[in-house]
């Protein structure tokens, strides 16, 4: 392709027509999509999304993937973390025990953001639910200082 030049004698941008990569439709000249809207439905249907890709996903969709994520989570090994918490890696993400069991036990999907889980007798790998609490982050904060106070 020979690059063309307006009357002034700039080089003149061009694009060729693009075609959808599935039916061969020509594509807007200047997107970035390599499929028409129909395709990119089906593409989508097939990998068990709904419609296109920035929709949101209905409850089904949420409660499914959250079940996978759980089962990922709980196949993960039980390590303890540089800061002494027992905790499992999955994915690149870290997922303290402490956590995991208390929203288990409440029946929460996750903690509040503003809310900590403390654990009672101090002893931060002792995850036993009657040794789990959850509190504000202020009320938090003021116990482990009258902790190290020695109050």
Do not use: W
Not at 102 to 127: F, K, R, T, V
């Amino acid at each position: 392709m020979a690059a063309e030049r307006n009357e002034l004698g700039r080089f003149i941008k061009t694009k060729e027509d693009r075609y959808c990569q599935d039916c061969g439709t020509v594509l807007c000249r200047y997107g970035k999509s390599i499929r028409c809207k129909a395709c990119t439905n089906t593409y989508y249907n097939a990998l068990g999304l709904r419609g296109m890709k920035g929709k949101k996903q209905s409850e089904k969709q949420k409660k499914i993937m959250k079940e996978k994520m759980s089962q990922e989570i709980n196949d993960a090994p039980l390590k303890v973390g540089r800061d002494g918490y027992m905790c499992r890696y999955s994915k690149g993400k870290t997922f303290y025990e402490h956590r995991l069991i208390y929203c288990a036990a409440n029946g929460l999907d996750e903690i509040p953001n503003g809310y900590d889980i403390h654990h009672i007798n101090g002893n931060i790998q002792d995850n036993r639910i009657e040794n789990l609490m959850m509190l504000s982050k202020s009320d938090h904060t003021k116990i482990h200082y009258l902790m190290r106070r020695g109050e």
